[in-house]
Antibody, heavy 124, light 106 residues
Framework: EVQLLESGGGLVQPGGSLILSCAAS????????MSWVRQAPGQGLEWVSS??????????NYADSVKGRFTISRDNSKNTLYLQMHSLRAEDTAVYYCAKDLVGGGYDRHFDYWGQGTLVTVSS | IQMTQSPSSVSASVGDRVTISCRASQGITGWLGWYQQKPGKAPKLLIYAVSSLQSGVPSRFSGSGSGTEFTLTISSLQPEDFATYYCQQAHSFPRSFGQGTKLEIK
């Protein structure tokens, strides 16, 4: 059974930093692109970032709203996805979901499994 | 690529046929998906690559379209279908979602 378990969310002051983790199990983690998608309270879904499989260079992509502040990475030996978040702003407040790509190999396309989400609140 | 859904909300009854539209700001070649989200839950993939039904999703859900115009159709609404629906393009980076369509009980 595929499971994605996010952790690391919490309350942080504006300008602060946080690292989110997503522990994956039930599939060959290294063979799938992975993504972070967020949802601000009462709002819609926003794609944040994705990382391809290592065979595609482990390339990364970011939403314009987080580019230069967030860094996505993966540790295939630990089956874990990360999101380092710096210079956090009030508008980064959201539930952050990690999501697995539907089709193995290459880049992310559509997301067939999602974690339960972790809440990040940026406030003084 | 901007994704625009219409309507933003719709009221319907059990048994109704419902159509939700999604328009892309530029042509996307086949990488269009649809998700269902219920309150407090993670989204669920319904349709991928415009018209492919995700495993385990009831056949009353279908997707169609091409270019910039896409549609999600629910042929006969069931009580468990009342939720918010999002389209998502995977044609290019950055990936993007529509703003959502809330399907409510009439």
């Amino acid at each position: 059974e595929v499971q994605l378990l996010e952790s690391g969310g919490g309350l942080v002051q504006p300008g602060g930093s946080l690292i989110l983790s997503c522990a994956a199990s039930g599939f060959t983690f290294s063979s799938y692109a992975m993504s972070w998608v967020r949802q601000a309270p009462g709002q819609g879904l926003e794609w944040v970032s994705s990382i391809s499989v290592s065979g595609s260079g482990g390339s990364t992509n970011y939403a314009d709203s987080v580019k230069g502040r967030f860094t996505i990475s993966r540790d295939n030996s630990k089956n874990t996805l990360y999101l380092q978040m710096h210079s956090l702003r009030a508008e980064d407040t959201a539930v952050y979901y990690c999501a697995k790509d539907l089709v193995g190999g290459g880049y992310d396309r559509h997301f067939d499994y999602w974690g339960q989400g972790t809440l990040v609140t940026v406030s003084s | 690529i901007q994704m625009t859904q219409s309507p933003s909300s719709v009221s319907a009854s059990v048994g109704d046929r419902v159509t939700i539209s999604c328009r892309a700001s530029q042509g996307i070649t086949g990488w269009l998906g649809w998700y269902q989200q219920k309150p407090g839950k993670a989204p669920k993939l319904l349709i991928y690559a415009v018209s492919s039904l995700q495993s385990g999703v009831p056949s009353r859900f279908s997707g169609s379209g091409s270019g910039t115009e896409f549609t999600l159709t629910i042929s006969s609404l069931q009580p468990e279908d009342f939720a918010t629906y999002y389209c998502q393009q995977a044609h290019s980076f950055p990936r993007s979602f529509g703003q959502g369509t809330k399907l409510e009980i009439k």
